[in-house]
Structure formats: structure tokens, C-alpha cells
């Protein structure tokens, strides 16, 4: 068993909206006692409750990233094609603004806490 945490940071993005940027992935295996650090290319996906209630997480926003062309192994899972403006949409580090959550935190489903955030 390895335990994993996003390294995020949280921004305001004007008008009571933010933006999450995932910075990384640090996986500490308590069986070696080491803990890894991984840049956003090994990871292949992310996704965000932007409404997190503490309870149960919702995948509201998911993102491919990663440095493997994840969206020709997404184009032949759909077996559909996927548009330029789509993909751009989706292949991303930083999330597309969302607004301020009612519970003042957003969340990532490995994350063991939230990050909690202001209104701007």
C-alpha cells in the first residue's frame, strides 16, 4: 500500500471565483519509509470537487495530463475524436475557474484534507 497527496496551490481568479494548479504528487511507501516526488507529466489524470462537502467527493472537473499523449489512448477508449478546443479545455495543470465553494473548500480525492478557501 502507498499513500499519495497532490502538491496544489489554490488562486483567486477575480470575482469569488478560483483556480486549482496541481503541481505535482509526492507517494510515500510506509513498507521502504521512502517518499517520491513526481512532476505533473507522470501524472496521467486529476479531478476536483470544486464543492466539497467533507463527506463525499463528486468529480465535478477531471484533467489528462501527462507527457504519454493521453488523449490517443482517450480517442480509442470513446473511440471517438476528440476537438482541438475540447482537448484544450481538459489537457491542463490549472483548472478552469470555478466559483467559491459554499463550503469554503474544494477538493482532490487523494488529498487528506481540503484546502479550504476565501472569497476574494
Do not use: K, Q
Not at 499519495?4 to 483567486?12: A, F, K, L, N, S
Not at 469569488?16 to 496541481?22: A, F, I, M, N, P
Not at 504528487?25 to 513526481?38: A, E, M, N
Amino acid at each position: 500500500m502507498v499513500f499519495g497527496e497532490p502538491d496544489i496551490e489554490v488562486r483567486p481568479a477575480g470575482e469569488g471565483r478560483l483556480t486549482v494548479e496541481v503541481c505535482g504528487l509526492d507517494v510515500y511507501d510506509p513498507t521502504t519509509g521512502v517518499l517520491r516526488s513526481s512532476s505533473v507529466d507522470d501524472i496521467a489524470a486529476w479531478f476536483l470537487d470544486t464543492d466539497y462537502d467533507g463527506d463525499a467527493f463528486f468529480v465535478r472537473h477531471a484533467y489528462f495530463t501527462g507527457a504519454d499523449d493521453p488523449y490517443d489512448r482517450l480517442r480509442r477508449a470513446l473511440r471517438a475524436d476528440i476537438s482541438d478546443e475540447a482537448r484544450d479545455t481538459v489537457n491542463a495543470t490549472i483548472s478552469r475557474p470555478f466559483p467559491t465553494p459554499s463550503t469554503g473548500a474544494a477538493s482532490s480525492p487523494s488529498r487528506s484534507s481540503t484546502t479550504t478557501a476565501t472569497r476574494s
